[in-house]
């Protein structure tokens, strides 16, 4: 029996995966979660074979996720409404086994979870190519510091969240914004999240 763990912050679409996947004769459901970090606590007391992920949660994102778990070999599955290339780039880069869609016809959803953990990945073959080519130019901080932005946060603000002078965040906004051609954070910010990166 496959035991998956559900992750997904709208509970109507958590519902509807579930019972798709319990459905199935050698899928089991054993835990749904309402936000990254309740996916996170879950996936370590229980130790799912997959967990099935949004992309964007509350606390911990579906990225930030699978990074955490794919270390601990819990496969991780993103699915999402969000068919950026950025997006895709970024989850193959923190180790997810698969990226789908959710227009994807239903039965796509248990043949990707069998896929996964025969050891094979499941990817929407429409974003497999675009994200091949297309490269993230931000960094890790620069993606913090825009992303925190982004929300409305003041430099102040965002030094003391992530614990650096106001000095190095300026330098991050202006790099990230440079890189992005943009002419400010809030620009940089939409850019960003247009393409996936943030």
Partial sequence: MIRVLVAEDQAMVLGALSALLDLEDDIEVIARARDGAEALRLAEQLEPDLVLADIEMPQVTGIELAARLVKRGIKVVIVTTFARPGYLR????????????????????ARAVREVLDGGRAISPELAA??????????????QVLRLAGEGMSGARIAATLR?????????????????????????????????WL
Avoid: M
């Fill in 90 to 109: 970024r989850a193959l880069d923190a180790g997810v086994s698969g990226y789908l869609l959710k227009d994807a016809p239903a039965e796509h959803l």
């Fill in 130 to 143: 675009a994200a091949w080519f297309e490269t993230d130019p931000l960094t890790d901080r620069e993606r």
């Fill in 164 to 196: 650096l002078s106001e000095g190095t965040v300026r330098n991050y906004l202006s790099e990230a914004i440079s890189k992005l051609g943009a002419s400010n954070r809030v620009e940089a910010a939409r850019v960003a999240r247009q393409c996936g």
